[in-house]
């Protein structure tokens, strides 16, 4: 069997999935049998390359950057997941989004919610441009499969892989599809 090439991003999440991901332990080493790890925040690959087979995108969709990469994700990747409830849904990410766009957001955490030198920075590069509303990804792109918890359990992240890495559909049982 062809080894997978695997993926994973990051986008506007806290990194616990990622975490999460860590806590496979031991399986880990299994899984380097079965893939290829072609991106990652784990590992020093500077761009996301061609022809991956499987991401696991945590995060909502925040700021430009993200979601550019969203859209290169999906252009380069054959099975995209949307990976914890951030992606999934919004979750914490979108806790930002009843207090109105991007400038009210700024504005309340650079001027009002600061004790000393109010003011939000200009320097270009300094900030990512915020998006007015934070979406989960399936918002952008279209996605293969959803991955909820926050994080996913372990077990679950194993379930999914152990399927897509071979070969088959990852029909995730009932009790793998709760929420936070
Ligand atoms: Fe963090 Fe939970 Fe969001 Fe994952 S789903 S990025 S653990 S807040």
Redesign the pocket.
């Known amino acids: 069997m062809a080894r997978v090439k695997l993926a994973t991003a990051w986008l506007g999440?806290?990194?616990?999935?990622h975490m999460s991901f860590l806590d496979l332990d031991e399986w880990l080493l299994q899984l380097a049998v079965l893939a290829d790890i072609v991106y990652s925040p784990l590992i020093d690959a500077k761009e996301y390359p061609a022809n991956v087979d499987v991401v696991l995108v945590?995060?909502a969709v925040a700021n430009e950057e993200h979601l550019r990469m969203a859209h290169t994700i999906r252009q380069r990747t054959k099975f995209v997941v949307a990976f914890?409830?951030?992606a999934v849904t919004g979750?914490?990410?979108s806790l930002r989004n009843p207090l109105g766009g991007a400038e009210v957001v700024l504005l309340r955490s650079y001027v009002e919610l600061t004790d000393c030198r109010p003011g939000i920075p200009t320097a270009a590069g300094l900030l990512p441009v915020l998006l007015d509303r934070v979406t989960p990804l399936h918002h952008v792109v279209p996605v293969d499969y959803y991955l909820p918890g926050?994080?996913p359990p372990a077990a679950h992240i194993r379930f999914l892989l152990e399927a897509l890495a071979g070969g088959s559909e990852a029909d995730l049982p009932a009790e793998m599809l709760r929420f936070g």
Do not use: L, Y
């Open positions: 999440g806290c990194s616990g999935c945590e995060g914890g409830d951030c979750n914490v990410t926050c994080p």
